[in-house]
């Protein structure tokens, strides 16, 4: 599977799992199910998945922050789809933990985005993450 397959594929663990309220505990299940149903197999593909998986639970209070500090005053975190703040999930974990290129991340996302968010999806994706990279000095410089 490319890299691309691979995020849309971690997207959409993350969501499935957020949005059916898993147990940390029992995400290895549902993974593996995951996997075995869609027959993704190969040690890179599913390394890389697990670990993003994984790692915007593990660092969720980190990345929910990062979001909230990108909306206006007249936005909240709960105002926020489910797909969005999935597709955003990813995206911060790849910038700040997995030092994915920020622009590689962004591109990935707003397609993501375009795919299964609405139609002001990719553009609030896109601003939200720019902001990010912003935020954390990713990239001195930064136009938004």
């Not at 999930?89 to 609405?118: Q, S």
């Amino acid at each position: 599977m490319s890299m691309s397959e691979n995020r849309k594929v971690a997207f959409e663990i993350v969501y499935s799992l957020e949005n059916q309220n898993t147990k940390y505990e029992d995400y290895k299940e549902n993974i593996d199910m995951f996997f075995k149903t869609r027959d993704i197999h190969g040690r890179a593909t599913t390394k890389y998945i697990k670990d993003v998986v994984y790692g915007t639970k593990r660092h969720g209070k980190q990345i929910k922050k990062q979001i909230e500090s990108c909306l206006s005053e007249k936005w909240s975190y709960d105002r926020i789809s489910k797909v969005d703040i999935a597709i955003l999930e990813v995206a911060i974990f790849e910038i700040l933990f997995l030092k994915t290129p920020y622009k590689v991340a962004i591109n990935e996302a707003v397609e993501i985005a375009k795919a299964f968010g609405d139609t002001k999806s990719p553009a609030f994706v896109n601003g939200v993450l720019a902001t990010v990279v912003k935020n954390n000095g990713v990239v001195e410089n930064y136009d938004v």
